[in-house]
């Protein structure tokens, strides 16, 4: 367990620092950044144990989806509407957007002229893409169940 | 003269100010990163305020259409929507706003006055510290990704000169696909030709790590909330337009492979 810890710890600190990063992007206050970056730690924390103990990248990113809202729903004195957001920001560096890029890169290889192995550049654009249908889904519904059953205001 | 005192014109007036009031403030909210049920109930909550008895509204990637019935008098307007961002502070801005109006006691000019103030005078963060901070989200996305220690500075390089060319190019109003496919030609070549330099065994990564600041995170998971919230077509427009967002994103990065020898064309 302890021999995974610089693991886990590499993983949250880049996932704080990625939710902080795009939190400046989307215009969130000084005061909400500090929140943005403890809710991407947390997910990428609760995504990596999951992958560590042999989930799928779907199922540990529901995971992590899903502790995440929770636990900003926890907050939600704090936070007033805005926890909604700040979940949001927090999952954000789960985002498989590279996969995406992997599967349209995939797909257009798959046109190129003089193409050595077709079917398993089909196969592995298709995988990326399906994994990031699938992952997309996963951050949305975890987002998004908790949200509701927790009844957060919108305003 | 007569024509102004009839008192059916002066309530459809009356409801005309109210509904292009409240279509404002749902323009501002749908603009910042809202989802659709946010915007209809901010909407409705601003209409509701100023005594409206019934709110019907649909809402269109590019427009929103809001039908107010009050004292026995209906009117139905429409507004067009701007280019879909996030400005989370703005947004909560006006939803409590939004609050305030439902509470009843303001006047249609005082919450006209108060928009136009929100949308003057909420902070935004400087350019360059959005960049600066969106490099540092590439670079550590790269590292989630697995790209070495090497390579690190490179893509904070790329994803900030990307991110300050982006808000330039967006500044100046040209078209938002275009932009990803330019700054993912961009952001890709200096992220791969700063990994190369430094000799890093991860360019590949390093290329794509550089472009993540355009992977649309807030409209995908709005795609899916507005499905799920019942409004399947505004959560397929969201959907289609992140395709095409990252269509154009990946085509930039085939070229930027291409340049750098990478890939054949």
């Known amino acids: 367990m302890f021999e995974l810890l610089p693991h886990l710890l590499h993983q949250a600190v880049f996932g704080a620092l990625a939710a902080a990063g795009f939190g400046v992007l989307f215009n969130f206050g000084f005061r909400a950044l500090p929140w943005c970056a403890a809710a991407g ?11 560590d103990l042999a989930w799928s990248l779907e199922g540990a990113s529901f995971a992590a989806a899903i502790v995440t809202s929770c636990s900003v729903s926890a907050l939600r004195k704090q936070l007033g509407p805005a926890c909604n957001a700040v979940a949001l920001a927090g999952c954000i560096p789960m985002v498989p957007g590279a996969f995406f890029g992997q599967a349209l890169l995939g797909f257009l290889s798959v046109t190129a002229p003089n193409l050595v192995d077709a079917e398993a550049t089909l196969i592995v654009a298709v995988q990326s893409l399906l994994r990031v249908i699938f992952t997309l889904g996963a951050i949305g519904a975890g987002l998004l169940i908790p949200a509701h059953l927790l009844r957060n205001q919108d305003f | 003269m007569e024509q102004q005192q ?3 014109i002066v309530r459809h007036r009356e409801l005309e100010r109210i509904a292009n009031m409240a279509l404002r403030a749902g323009r501002i909210m749908m603009e910042c990163g809202a989802s659709v049920s946010v915007v209809h109930g901010g909407v409705t909550m601003i209409a509701r305020g100023f005594g409206v008895e019934d709110v019907g509204m649909r809402s269109g990637y590019a427009s929103l259409e809001i039908t107010v019935h009050a004292g026995g008098n209906t009117i139905t307007r429409m507004m067009q929507v701007g280019r879909l961002g996030v400005n989370h502070r703005l947004d909560q801005a006006v939803r ?4 305030r109006v439902s509470h009843g006691g303001m006047s249609v000019d005082e919450v006209e006055g108060e928009i136009g103030r929100l949308v003057r005078e909420t902070p935004r963060h400087p350019a360059w510290v959005v960049a600066l901070a969106v490099g540092i989200a590439c670079a550590s996305f790269g590292r989630l990704l697995g790209i ?8 904070l390089v790329a994803g900030t000169v ?8 967006l500044h100046h109003g040209m078209n938002v696909f275009i932009v990803a496919g330019l700054i993912a030609f961009l952001a890709a070549t200096l992220g791969g030709i700063g990994s190369i330099l430094l000799k890093s065994d991860t360019v590949s990564l ?7 600041l355009l992977v649309p995170g807030v409209p995908s998971t709005n795609a899916q909330t507005d499905i799920m919230d019942g409004y399947p077509t505004m959560g397929s427009a969201r959907a289609v337009w992140v395709l095409m967002i990252m269509v154009f994103a990946s085509v930039g990065v085939w070229f930027a492979e291409t340049l750098l020898g990478l890939r054949s064309l």
């Open chain 1, 41 to 51: 730690a947390l997910a990428l924390a609760v995504r990596t144990i999951g992958q």
């Open chain 2, 162 to 169: 990307g991110q300050y060319v982006r808000h330039q190019l």
């Open chain 2, 96 to 99: 409590k706003l939004a609050v």
């Open chain 2, 148 to 155: 070495d220690w090497l390579a690190f500075g490179a893509v």
């Open chain 2, 6 to 8: 009839d008192p059916v």
């Open chain 2, 206 to 212: 390093a290329m794509m790590a550089s472009i993540l």
